[in-house]
T-cell receptor, first 112, second 114 residues
Framework: DAMVIQNPRYQVTQFGKPVTLSCSQT?????MYWYQQKSSQAPKLLFH???????NEADTPDNFQSRRPNTSFCFLDIRSPGLGDAAMYLC???????????FGPGTRLTVL | AQSVAQPEDQVNVAEGNPLTVKCTYS??????LFWYVQYPNRGLQFLLK??????LVKGSYGFEAEFNKSQTSFHLKKPSALVSDSALYFC????????????FGDGTTLTVKP
């Protein structure tokens, strides 16, 4: 089945220790998104890729970076995680035409 | 600018009764509207969308939603609620000219009691 996969599902890191979350998709969608979600709140868009074009949200901290080496993979790098970065991180994809997003299961990040 | 409001944090219904989860939106152009459901510790799951055409949209698991342009609303409905429908529901809107980026509401927790 076509899907969005996120690894790992749970990530524990230490304050200030860099961490990378990964996302892959078999849907061949043009657009990939990274969201941060805290405590059942609305997902907060961090950035998205429209093909190779990177779109950063104005309020996304510089601490968050992303890479999309090819259509299938996208990475979220947190350079120096703080306690406030503990959250669920959701990856999603969509096609340019349809617009609905397909979400992965999420990675729950804990910062000690 | 685009925005969406879900006026109810919580909706409680009895199993077998109809349910409605409310959503209103604001966009400068034509809206693309979506409903998603989220179960605990899971990603969001697409339920249905309105792009164009019939105002009544049918989606997964017996859910439907009605697009009302004059009231700028897109309420989610189901004729007969199930306990398994209990979850967090998000409405989202995208301006048709704003390629790629949707704005999500704050979510509504639906609880269906046996």
């Amino acid at each position: 089945d076509a899907m969005v996969i996120q690894n790992p599902r749970y990530q524990v890191t230490q304050f200030g220790k860099p961490v990378t979350l990964s996302c892959s998709q078999t849907l061949n969608h043009n657009v990939m998104y990274w969201y941060q979600q805290k405590s059942s709140q609305a997902p907060k868009l961090l950035f998205h890729y429209y093909d190779k074009d990177f779109n950063n949200e104005a309020d996304t901290p510089d601490n968050f970076q992303s890479r999309r080496p090819n259509t299938s993979f996208c990475f979220l790098d947190i350079r120096s995680p703080g306690l406030g970065d503990a959250a669920m991180y959701l990856c999603a994809t969509s096609s340019r035409q349809n617009g609905e997003q397909f979400f992965g299961p999420g990675t729950r990040l804990t910062v000690l | 600018a685009q925005s969406v409001a879900q006026p109810e944090d919580q909706v409680n219904v009895a199993e077998g009764n109809p349910l409605t989860v409310k959503c209103t939106y604001s966009v400068s152009g034509n809206p693309y509207l979506f409903w998603y459901v989220q179960y605990p510790n899971r990603g969001l799951q697409f339920l249905l969308k309105y792009i164009t055409g019939d105002n009544l949209v049918k989606g997964s698991y017996g859910f439907e939603a009605e697009f009302n342009k004059s009231q700028t609303s897109f309420h989610l409905k189901k004729p007969s609620a199930l306990v398994s429908d209990s979850a967090l529901y998000f409405c989202a809107v995208r301006d048709a000219t704003n390629a790629g980026k949707s704005t999500f509401g704050d979510g509504t927790t639906l609880t269906v009691k046996p």
